[in-house]
């Protein structure tokens, strides 16, 4: 089955775009932003250009990243919108055409999002070959991390934007291991696990950095809106039953978030990293179970 292409132009443009993805992808059109909104919604398409028509044309990509997180948003502009082209990189478009369109620009674009594509949809014996998950948990490991953190970083740098990091650990674990043993540990790392992964939006990155600590990496994420995420994660696993268990102070489970941004805290992966371990360190001596940024 042909993969799906939506092309939101005019129809002039729309004519380059069909002659030059078919027949390998089956090519769709329309010129109401409405109609293409209602289209993403019902169907599975895997890319779709967008022409940008001045500031409002960038709820159209923020509304298509949020309900299909791996759809390929290409933008299209005049050389008069480079502002709006930006803003809309930063809102996670995967690149931009200006007009006129040229053909091999397209084409190149297309090459680099199918390949793009296949690293993400590889079977998962691959996956587990490329050794990205962590074994007891089901999220990624403490390698793929760090792989990922410096994409991040990187992007951020082509198209100046923000990336938050968050350093979560799970507040008196050692003292709960010791009561219940390392299976009930083991257990309780995969739940917070979990709910880390249901509380985050589909376009972070969650994964083990080690032992009971957690990375989450939140791209184009200011420090306020990172902040409001750790505190929706905290909340949610202060809210996780373990009927009364003594392993934790009050029976509580809970856990310490430490909070950076870059490029406000930090100008490398490795800075940005020392940054939120330190604010996650103050959260820990002021109490534990709550939010702390780097300042």
Not at 139 to 167: C, D, T
Not at 192 to 197: G, L, P
């Amino acid at each position: 089955m042909k993969s799906k292409i939506l092309v939101l132009e005019e129809e002039a443009n729309f004519k380059i775009f069909k002659g030059v993805l078919e027949p390998q992808f089956e090519v769709d059109y329309t010129q109401s932003e409405v109609f293409a909104l209602d289209r993403l919604t019902r169907e599975r398409f895997w890319a779709f250009f967008a022409v940008l028509k001045g500031t409002d044309s960038l709820e159209i990509v923020r509304w298509a990243r949020e309900i299909t997180p791996r759809l390929f948003v290409i933008v299209t502009a005049d050389h008069s919108a480079m502002e709006v082209t930006i803003e809309a990189m930063k809102s996670g478009a995967y690149d931009y055409l200006l007009r006129p369109i040229d053909k091999k620009r397209l084409k190149l674009i297309i090459e680099r999002a199918e390949r793009d594509h296949a690293f993400d949809q590889q079977p998962e014996e691959k996956l587990q070959q490329l050794a990205i998950l962590d074994g007891l948990t089901g999220i990624y490991n403490h390698r793929y991390f760090h792989e990922m953190l410096s994409r991040e970083i990187e992007r951020a740098k082509r198209y100046p934007q923000e990336v938050s990091l968050l350093m979560a650990d799970v507040d008196n674990f050692k003292m709960y291991n010791d009561t219940y043993g390392h299976q009930a540990g083991d257990t309780l790392l995969k739940m917070v696990a979990q709910n880390i992964v249901h509380q985050v939006r589909q376009v972070d990155l969650v994964a083990r950095y080690g032992g009971e600590e957690f990375g989450i990496i939140l791209p184009n994420a200011s420090k306020q809106k990172a902040h409001t995420l750790a505190n929706r994660v905290r909340s949610s696993i202060a809210q996780l039953s373990l009927n009364g268990e003594a392993g934790f102070p009050k029976g509580e489970l809970t856990i310490s978030i430490g909070l950076a941004t870059y490029p406000e805290e930090a100008k490398t992966k490795d800075e940005l990293i020392a940054r939120a371990d330190k604010a996650l360190y103050k959260a820990k001596a002021h109490g534990k179970n709550r939010v702390f940024a780097f300042w």
